[in-house]
């Protein structure tokens, strides 16, 4: 196995003198360089590709957010990590678009270390590459218009309305994964491990939600392009829509905020592809193609990019257990087990996943387990209702 290559980008000699200092323990193990500039790091990462780049924000010239853009354009492979001493609204909003994960300035070696082992993980197994470059490509999610248009007009408000407006969020797939993106970083301080959409807006704060999502409706390109797209994408909102309102019932309280997420993001997989650009996604076929080991499946895409995103590891592992059968503890559903008894009760109504089928048998030994058993929900029932609620945002 060749050795990694790691390249930092900072415009003050000392910064990289002190990583390369604290770094010192890791160069038998990486191949790193230091590099004072954005068209610098351009030019190295032209030459050999890299596993991680580590830029500053703030450089003359080319400064960080431009470098990463390019770097996610030019070389989607290569994970990208902001290296920030600047809490500012308009730094955490290109941070969170051009960055996957985030480190504050002044920096422990440690801190950087363990970020940096993170990301050499490849979480398929199969596919490790191919879908680190499907994910890697991906700033922004695609969404409907409507979504977008709505958080506006909530956070144009004079007073904002926290309680609709954290509901807004959690029904918008790509801000629910910024937002938990943001609020894991180290931007806003360390964040309870289980917090709810409300608990993260109010630790990242109205403005910086308000910015956030003005800046991916400008970044996002229409999915109404494309009729099919915009079908698909409308196919995927509703089953995951339709699927967190049930979650919301089906969690432990102590699980309900990581089931909700992982609910929204289930799919996150298919928009990743609908985001990447033809040429890094051509040659991947669907995850139900018979034999269709030459391409990536979507899940595998969905849980690289919630990886390198740095989102919580309940939501990931729910991500990435979605299809598959669960037998549950007697103790308890967890995380995925909420995640997959609110997808198959989904799969009997009208907001299904057309990829997938019904799986009764499976559902009926989960609404069996004492967790929902004792409880006195007609769950079938509940699924049609959060399907018609799905429904009904999906039309207004």
């Not at 030019?74 to 920030?84: I, Y």
């Not at 993170?118 to 409907?144: D, F, K, N």
């Not at 009729?227 to 049930?246: D, F, G, N």
Request: negative net charge; hydrophobic residues 45%; proline residues 8%.
């Amino acid at each position: 196995m060749s050795t990694p290559r790691i390249v930092f980008v900072d415009d003050e000699p000392n910064i990289l003198d002190g990583l390369r200092r604290s770094l010192r323990a890791k160069r038998h193990e990486w191949d790193m360089s230091f590099v004072p500039g954005g068209e610098p790091a351009l030019e190295i990462l032209a030459e050999s590709p890299c596993a991680v780049i580590v830029s500053d924000m703030r450089m003359p010239g080319m400064d960080g957010a431009q470098l990463l853009t390019e770097v996610s354009r030019l070389h989607p492979g290569t994970a990208r990590v902001v290296l920030s001493g600047h809490t500012e609204q308009d730094a955490a909003i290109k941070a969170a678009i051009a960055g996957h994960r985030f480190l504050p300035k002044p920096i422990e070696g440690e801190a950087v270390i363990d970020v940096i082992d993170q990301l050499m993980i490849r979480t398929s197994p199969r596919h490790g590459e191919q879908a680190r470059r499907v994910a890697g490509s991906v700033r922004m999610l695609p969404t409907l218009p409507q979504q977008d248009a709505e958080l506006i007009d909530l956070l144009s408000a004079a007073e904002v309305d926290h309680d609709r407006l954290a509901g807004a969020v959690v029904r918008h797939i790509g801000l629910t994964a910024k937002v938990l993106q943001l609020s894991s970083s180290g931007f806003f301080g360390s964040r309870p491990k289980n917090a709810s959409v409300t608990a993260v807006i109010s630790a990242v704060g109205i403005s910086t939600v308000r910015a956030l999502a003005r800046a991916g409706a400008a970044h996002r390109e229409p999915v109404t392009r494309s009729p099919a797209v915009a079908a698909s994408v409308r196919s995927i909102w509703r089953h995951a829509v339709a699927t967190m309102l049930l979650a919301e019932q089906v969690a432990s309280p102590a699980h309900r905020p990581h089931a909700q997420a992982a609910a929204m993001l289930q799919d996150v997989g298919r928009l990743a592809a609908i985001a990447a650009p033809p040429e890094i996604t051509e040659a991947r076929t669907p995850p139900d193609t018979p034999g269709g080991d030459a391409g990536v499946p979507f899940r595998d895409i969905g849980v690289e990019l919630l990886h390198l995103w740095g989102l919580p590891s309940p939501i990931v592992a729910a991500v990435a257990e979605r299809d598959l059968p669960h037998e549950p503890a007697e103790s308890g559903l967890g995380v995925p087990g909420a995640l997959r008894t609110a997808h198959l009760l989904v799969q009997q109504t009208d907001s299904c996943d057309p990829a997938d089928g019904q799986h009764e048998d499976e559902l009926a030994r989960l609404l069996s387990h004492p967790q929902l058993a004792a409880r006195d929900t007609d769950w079938h029932r509940a699924a049609h209702a959060a399907s018609a609620r799905a429904t009904e945002r999906l039309e207004s």
